[in-house]
């Protein structure tokens, strides 16, 4: 049964950094694209970051230049290293993959890291 698990979350005060973590574990599959989202209080969730399989990357704009997306395909593990956070960066960050055959894949979720972030 395939698990998505993040850590790393926390509380970090304004401009500040962490650094997120998403490990894939019981796949049998290819893990193709994999990212992650965000969804704060009474808001709707949203994108952050995408990565491919191959390395290839996708920002949101509320992030482009302070956060970064990579993942280590030969350990499952994607990350996201953020810097200078702002305090509207507080939410839920979830992440996905993709995985399965490459003409039938499911989008799998994990169950979310809480970053705070205090002015």
């Known amino acids: 049964q395939v698990r998505l698990v993040e850590s790393g979350g926390g509380l970090v005060q304004a401009g500040g950094s962490l650094r997120l973590s998403c490990v894939v574990s019981?796949?049998?599959?290819?893990?193709?694209?994999m990212g992650w989202h965000r969804q704060a209080p009474g808001k709707q969730r949203e994108l952050v970051a995408t990565?491919?399989?191959?390395?290839?990357?996708n920002y949101g704009d509320s992030v482009k230049g302070r956060f970064t997306i990579s993942r280590d395909n030969a350990k499952n593990t994607m990350y996201l290293q953020m810097t200078s956070l702002e305090p509207e960066d507080t939410a839920v960050y979830f992440c996905n993959a993709d995985i399965g055959p490459d003409s039938d894949y499911f989008d799998y979720w994990g169950q979310g890291t809480q970053v705070t972030v205090s002015s």
């Open positions: 990565i491919t399989s191959s390395g290839s990357t």
């Open positions: 019981g796949n049998r599959f290819t893990i193709h694209t």
